[in-house]
Structure formats: C-alpha cells, structure tokens
C-alpha cells in the first residue's frame, strides 16, 4: 500500500524541487535549517528535535564501525510476475525507482562490524516505492538472516516501510512468512537479531520480521503499526488520539524495548549486540 | 440474496419450479417445454460459471450461505469441542478453534468464523480478528505441539481488524508471532483458504506444509476494493483490480503459492454446501497423509523450504 | 486465607444446624428445595439452576465410570511445621475438620475410568478448612500427577478453594510451584491434564496447577480469581461491577475454554478426554 | 524517616554527631565524652539489632534507602540494558528487566521495583505488578533460554496487585504461567529476596535453582497485616502474626525454602547499601558458578527435586 501514498505525496507536492536545496523546513516545527547542519546533525532538527528521514547510506555510515561495511545487496533485481499494470505498469514504476534511487529495490546494506561485534545489517529504502517489500527486499531480508546465521554475523535491520508491495500481490504477502521463517536460522545459532524500527513502519512489515526482532528499539515520534491511519479513520470514522501509533504509544503498550533518539543509537546497539553475541557474551568484553 | 451475475439463473431457475408446479397442479403435461428449458439452464450455467471473472470469484467467495469454519467443522471433522480464549486477554468470537478428530485422528482446528446470519456477523466483527484470535490461535499451535496433534487452519477474513483497540494491542505484533509460532509447529501443519484470504490477517494462521485452496475462494496482500481506491483511486474499480491482482485460485496455484484447489460444485459451495464439503474431506485426506510420515525435522525443512522459495525475482 | 472465611460463617450463621435438615434453601433464589431432589439433581437449583457446592464422593461419583473408582488419597496426614496457633493452635483446627470429614485433608481421589479413559482424579473438598491448600494437599497432588504419568493416566483436578493455607505459610506457598512443576510430567508423556473450576477457586490454587490445565473447564457462575473480592474491595474502595470473577467473565476474558453445566461436565470430560488421552487420539475410538 | 525501633539509635548518632561538631567549633576538647558516648551507642546498636524481632525485620524489609532491583542492576551488574514490554498489552513499571552483565558474562535480569521516592512508587504501582509485569519477565526467561544466559530474579514485592484491571486480565493465571515458565528454564536460575517476598506475586519470579534471601528480608505466603486481620480480625497484631508466620531469612532456611542468607551491614542495608550489595555480589556468584557447571537436563531435574520436596507432611 506504501507505493501510491508516496505517489500521491510527489505530485500533489511536486513543486519541491524549484526550493534551493541548501534549506529545509522541518516539518514539525517549520524551522528553515541549513541542508548541511541538518546532515551533521543526522537529520534530527536542531530545533525541536524532530527525526527526518535519512538516506541509507547516512543510516549505514552512522551505525557501522568506520571502514568495516562491504555491501553485500543488489544483485537481486526485482522481477513483475503478474504483469501488474494499474495507471502505470509496474515494470516502469520499477524503472523510475531504480533511476531515482540508483539502487535495484528498497533495500541497501551488507556486512560490517558494529562495536566490534560481527554484523549483517540491512535498511530499507523508503525512497524507493514507500520501502515496501516485494520478492526482491524478501530475498535480500531471507538471504541477510541466512548469511548472518552461516557466518556467525549478528542481524540487524532498519524498517521504514509502507507495507507489502501491492503490485506483487499475493507473492509479496508471501514474503512475511519467508523473512520471518528464514530468523529462525539465528535461532539455532544463539545468535541476535535486532529491530530498529523508523518512521514509517506500517503494514506487511511490522508484521512480520521487524517485530520479531530479540531487541526492538525505535526512533523517536515515528508512525509504527499494522493498518495505517488513514485506514484505522476510514474504518471507525473517527479521529484518532493524540501519539496514536507512534514510538512513545508502542513503547506504553510493551511492544517494545525502547525509544532511543538518533545520537544515541548506535551507542545502545553497540550495548546489545555486545551482551547478546556469543563473542561479548562469554568472553566479557 | 443471488450475486448480481447469478441473477438469470436463479430466474430462470424459478420460472422451472413454477412451470412443474403449475403442471402438477393442473394435471397437464409440460414436459417437453420443461426439458427445453431445462437444456437452457443448463446451457446458461455453463456459460457464466465456465467463464467466471476474477472479481466473479470474489463475489462467490463471499456468498451467503458459503460453508464456514464452523460448517467445516461440524461436517467435515467429528467430535468438535470448541475451546476458547488466549488465557491473556478475552475470547475473540473472530476465531473459532479447539479439538475434533480427522478420520478417527485427533487433530487441532482454529479458522476465522464470520457470522451465519447478521447478528451473528457483527458478534463475530465479519471475521476479523482482534489481537486475542491469533493469541488463542497460536494456543492451538501450542496444544497440537503439546499432543504431536496434526494442526489445520481454516481461512476466511477480509482481514485482520484495522481498528484502534487492535492497534493498541499489537496486531501487526500478533500476526508475527503468529507466523512464527506456525513456521515452528513440529506436527504436520495444513492450511485451507475457505473463502476470503485477506492479507496478513490470513497469512496469520497460513504458514501450512500444504496449503489448499477452495475453487471459489481468494488469497491476496489486499482486497480488490482497497487496491483499487488506492491505486486507481476508485473503490468501484474493483473488478480491474481483482484481475490485476490475480488473487482466484488458479492464479495461485501457478504462481506456487497453494498446493491444491478443492473443486466446488457448479456455481459455488454456497449452491451445494455438503457438496463442497465432501470434496473438501477428500483433499484434506490426501494431504495430511503423507505428512504424518514425516518427522517434526522434516516437517520443519518442509516448511521452510516451500515458504523460501516463495517469490519471483531477476537475478543480475 | 480461606480458613478463616469459613470460620466467621460458620460462626454466624451458627443456628442452621437447627432447621431439619430434610430441606435446604437456595442461596440464590431462596426457593425451599426436598433435599434429597436436590442431589438427584446434582446439586443444582431446580427452581433457578443455581449451582450449590456438593460433596466430593458426590462429585467423584457424578464424573468416574460405575465401579472403576479406587481411592489412592489420604496416605498423607498434614503436620503443623511452624508450630502456628491464633485465636486457636492450628493442630486443633486439623482435628476439628479431619473429626467433620473424616478426611485427612482437603482433598479426595484416585484412579478410575472417565468414558473408559484411565485417569487419576482429585477433588477439593471445600469443607476442610476452605479447601486450602497446605503441604498435604501439595502433596496429594504433586503424587497425583506423578502416578497418572508414571501409569498413563490423564490427570483430572476440582478445584474448589479458597487458596494456601496461612497457617502454614511460605511451606503453602510453595505448594504453587510443587505442583504448577508436577504437572510437567505429564508433559513428558504426552498425557492431558484438564482442569475443573467450581465455586470458589481463589488464591494459590488458581495461581498455580488450576490455570494450568490444556483444558479448563468451570461451573456456571462459579467465582474464580487471584484476590478475593473483599480484598479487591478494600484496595479499590468502591462496589466491584455486576458478575465480575464469575465464571462467565472469565470466559469472557479468556480464561476459560468453557462454562459447562453440572448436569454435562461428565459428557464434556468424557469428549475431552477421549480426543486428548493417546489412546483415544490415535485409535479413533 | 527512621524505623520507630531505630529512633534512639538515630536520636544519639545524633547528639555525637552535634558535640563534634560543638568541639570543632569552639576548639574544645571533647574526645572523652564522645567516646563514652560512642561505646554506648556501639551496645545500644549491638541490643537493637542483634535481637531483632520478626516484625522488626519485616519494617526492616521495608525501609526508605533499602537497596532495589534497580540499584542491584546498577551495582552488583554492569552494562545494564533495560528491555521493556510484554509484546502484548503494556509495559509494566513494578517490573524491572534486561539485559546485564555479571563477572563479565551476559545474564538475564527481572525483578520488582518500588519507588525510591513517593512519585515514583505511585508510577511503579508500590512494586506490585500486573499480569503485564509477569509476562515482561516471562519474556525475559525466554531470552536467557534462547540464549542459553543465567537467568537471576529480584523479588521486592508486597504482592501481586489485587485490583480489578489484574484480575480482568488473569492475574492469576500470569502467575501460574510464570511459575511454570520458570520452572522450565534450561539456564542456571537464580532468585534473590530482597525486601518483601509477598506470596504469589513474590513465588512468581521465585522458582530458582538456589534461592537466596537478604537477612532483612521476607518471604510468606501472606503479609502479616493481612494475616492478622483475617487470623486476629485486628490489623495491629501484626508483629504476633510475624512471629507466627515464621517469615524470616533465618526461619526460611531453617524450613528448607532458601538456600543462602546473604548478611547485611549492622542495622540494615539501608544504613549501608553499598556494604550490602558488595556481599550479595560474593553470594550471587558463590550460587551461580557450581550452576554454570550443570546440562539443561541436570538444571530441571535439579529446580525439580528442590521444590519437590517442599512442605511437611507426616505420613500415615
Ligand atoms: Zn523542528
Ligand atoms: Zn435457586
């Protein structure tokens, strides 16, 4: 379902792209920050605090040790099974996103060391199509839990996502069943998955492997649910309370560990991964 | 209560009744005008039923009177005794489970159960689960690990429940878990699609060695009405969406998704329940068979291996 | 902390001892009811279906196959291992309600048939002490579920109490997890164990083996729960809503897998039973 | 704030503390009279505390600056990480839990936490939980078995809370689920009574393989204000119905329900918490290392047999 709301969202905006690009408002507090402060400061308003959105490749570099990450997603194309063609085919669709993002899906990531600790980290790609997972995110999510399970790697993942990928239909839906079966190689290994749910996380996503994780931790003030808002109104006609599904609301009601701000974040998955990987865990590291 | 496309028919159907009625009565003989009519019937059923349109398929899948789990239940199965509640929270009517016994063989049963009459509907909320559902579901999965029971599930929802108070108690958690505690099950493990098989509501309760699905029925990552508002940005677009997204079950049993489809009789299970029934005893027999020669190893491969290979993608 | 409620009633209702006792009156409806039609129906109202306690031979009587009972309770006497006394020693009060019942403790059973399954029953008896549950009961019940796994027996509790005996405190207490351990081997051998609640099931009991039962079955308007209504009360301070802890609440909220009525909880267990016990599973009998 | 048996105590650290600080001040020498007054507070202390009656330990138990499950985590522990939720309904402030490290190796940590001001003893419900609490920990017991980590319990509970929201969602049950789940654990368990063991709501996090209690502490299967309201019908017999429950750290090792006394400093760990922790420190792992030594096997049959054999009984 993510795929047309982000659709929607470019062209009703569309007039984004004639703003010089040095500035950004915040969307939350509407504060104008120089493009490069908010960069340094990881994307998190100065001002107010408000978590933007980052690339991937910012989320990479600010979780991974320095020198460590070799990517190991991209060879996994996606592929258009049912020849799903709704206003536009999504064969094209698939083309724009691959221009724009200059990646093959909405899933970039690979192995590295995180605190020393052995890793398998993989983010999603919220740019391309709403982060939604198809058969490809599927099999890089399957593929990443195999590999971290073979080569001893704790697993970690960073979810933004608007669900399953319609276009894939029934095949997408499938991939919930696949990326989280496929956690259970950890399991057997003794070793970590960790969660680390960003704004948004809605749909196929969250229930499936994002909420499966050993340790779930969250960013601040993100959207994280099954149904989206939108569907909840539609559902019930009627507003929905304040802080409903974000971050704060999830932690209330136990689903889960903590709500760690940016600047914190590696530094507590440093924390976990070090008591729960069989190397930290023993040797007392 | 016909489906729109089931109208001639069903007109044509009491026109019949009427004629041998009137004759009966009348002492007259109309037998050949009935047997010509008869053959059009015949040749009328052909047509619609032979060329059903996806979104045709839809409709039949939610026909009053189309068998549910608890008519599965009752005829299908023997010995059912329902048992309730995920010991946590509260009984959610959206899923029926307990115990009842397969060809003499205990077995474990949870499905969504959407009501039989109106009432019944809203108690059952359609058929789609709170949270507590797939908490009592996976206490099923729990009991068939516990007794080394065969566990079967019965699919037909529109969904899980897309709603506040669900939210707040973690569906898209439950659903997980769900998954995962069905992928884990050390006992054969059958899923049937009965009629609506909406999203990860269904996927819930899915995670089968073998999946089936009924001739009528439909799986999907969304139902054709919401796929069309979002992304023709018309609910009435449904039909287009429907065959975009190839959701009957021919369409699934090509794309590997189900295993087996259990014929329905001409017109839909709805038409013939104990039919439909009947058919579905049949397939189920053949299925659970040779997995109860596996052992809880092998059906843990098994199942890995056919949910992993789910998918289609181009490799650079 | 049963034991006393039992007291204060007893002391204040005191004169019952006076009516003939040829006919009782029921505490929900006040009808007058022929006692003696009242245990031919089971101990149930008549007139509004009220459910009244009974007695354990009844109960027993009302659930096992004709001729295949075979008592294996009473081997074990309690003892008073804190040397407790109150207003009265507690070794007195043993004697008092071992003199009434002619029972060594609380509890009363052993091996028969139900519906030609092999089982081993044990039964609370309410009229000793409450039902509470001391080390004797513990024990009597940890043996239970130990006998029933060692000869293939399912294993069948009623509960009726109204918790751990005070007056042997933490030795009570820890009856919970002897017997909540128990009924692991059973597990072990793949054999059921179903639970029956009846009025009341409160405290330890409910806290431990009762909740545990693969099925659990209750009376119609029992009341079960952790804390008695009077000390809820007392925390809340205000009225506690109309049928809360009664048995259809608890179904209500999850707890219970049925409320059956007296007069088919032998055909439920019978139904139960057969379907779980391995020789009922596989058979198809 | 000190206990009502502590005053005179208090009252004379007091004086001594005054005339020192008179001395300095005035530049008189006073160290005559201090040390008289020293060596009478030195047998005051020892008469106080050396006779300690059970009521007196229960206040004891029960002291403002007590050391909690929290300041165990920061100070026996190192690495704290607290997890939070029950993946179901909330997160349960009365229970504290996570991930921690102890002489260097992972462990899993749960236990009871009261206040340690008014404020926030209201947000942690005066540490006594609700069924949200019991399933926090009872993931906890999964994550050390998953992980194959120690498992260690704090229990400073007056009890599970006896109100209407923990009884609509089984508090009961939750327990009995938990004393179970831990009972299953196939990791070293170990639980510690720090301040109050309040029956079932302390038992549920209690079924160790070593049970340990601080000397102050507490455990039974009842309050004796409860008890003495139900047993005397007058809540002020309280310390007649300590004596007769028989709840003591020494009492409980007499009766076999504790394994080991750890000792706190003269007057309480409250006087001393550091001193107090440091020797809870030496106990946890003096109980922990022969654990670590064990299969999964030999701990279950091990957490058996111990709470097998509980209770006394006389046999026919
Ligand atoms: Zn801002
Ligand atoms: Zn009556």
Known sequence: MALDRLFRRRRTRGGGRDVPELWLKCPACEAQIYKKDLEANLMVCPECGHHLRMSVEQRVAMLVDEGSFEQTTGSVKPADPLSFSDTEPYAERLRRYQEKTGRSDAIYGGTCTIGGVPALLLVMDYAFAGGSMGSAVGEELARGAEQAAAQGRAFVTVAASGGARMQESVLSLMQMAKTTMALDRLWEKRLPYVSILTDPTTGGVTASFAALGDVILAEPGALIGFAGPRVIKQTIRQDLPEGFQRSEFLLQHGMLDQVVPRAELRQRLIQVLSLLHPEGAASGA | ?316
């Open chain 2, 1 to 316: 209560m016909a489906l729109e496309f089931e109208q001639p028919i069903d007109e044509l159907e009491a026109r019949i009744r009427e004629l041998r009625e009137y004759a009966e009565e009348q002492g007259v003989d109309l037998s050949d005008e009935i047997e010509l009519l008869e053959n059009k019937l015949e040749r009328l059923q052909k047509e619609t039923f032979s060329n059903l349109s996806r979104w045709q398929r839809v409709q039949l899948a939610r026909a009053p009177g189309r068998p549910t789990t608890l008519d599965v239940l009752e005829n299908v199965f023997s010995d059912f005794v329902e048992l309730h509640g995920d010991r946590a929270v509260a009984d959610d009517p959206a899923i029926v489970a307990g115990l009842a016994r397969f060809e003499g063989r205990s077995v474990v049963v949870a499905g969504h159960q959407k009501g039989r009459t109106t009432k019944e509907n809203i108690h059952r909320n359609f058929g789609m689960p709170h949270p507590e559902g797939y908490r009592k579901a996976m206490r099923m999965m729990d009991l068939a690990d516990r007794f080394g029971f065969p566990f079967i599930s019965l699919i037909d929802t529109p969904g899980a429940y897309p709603g506040i108070s669900a939210e707040e108690r973690g569906q898209a958690w439950v659903i997980a878990q769900s998954i995962q505690r069905m992928g884990r099950l050390r006992v054969p493990a059958l899923a049937v699609i009965l009629g609506e098989g909406g999203s990860g509501g269904a996927l819930a309760i899915g995670v089968g060695n073998r999946v089936l699905i009924m001739e009528n029925a439909w799986y999907s990552v969304i139902s054709p009405e919401s796929c069309a508002a979002i992304l023709w940005r018309d609910a009435a677009q449904a039909a287009e969406a429907a065959e975009a997204l190839k959701l009957t079950a021919r369409d699934l049993k090509e794309l590997g998704v189900v295993d087996r489809i259990v014929p329905e009789p001409r017109g839909g299970a709805h038409r013939q329940p104990q039919a439909a029934l009947a058919e579905l005893r049949r397939a189920i027999a053949a299925e659970l068979e040779p997995l109860l020669k596996l052992s809880p190893e092998e059906l843990l491969r098994d199942r890995y291996r056919r949910f992993r290979e789910m998918g289609a993608v181009a490799q650079s």
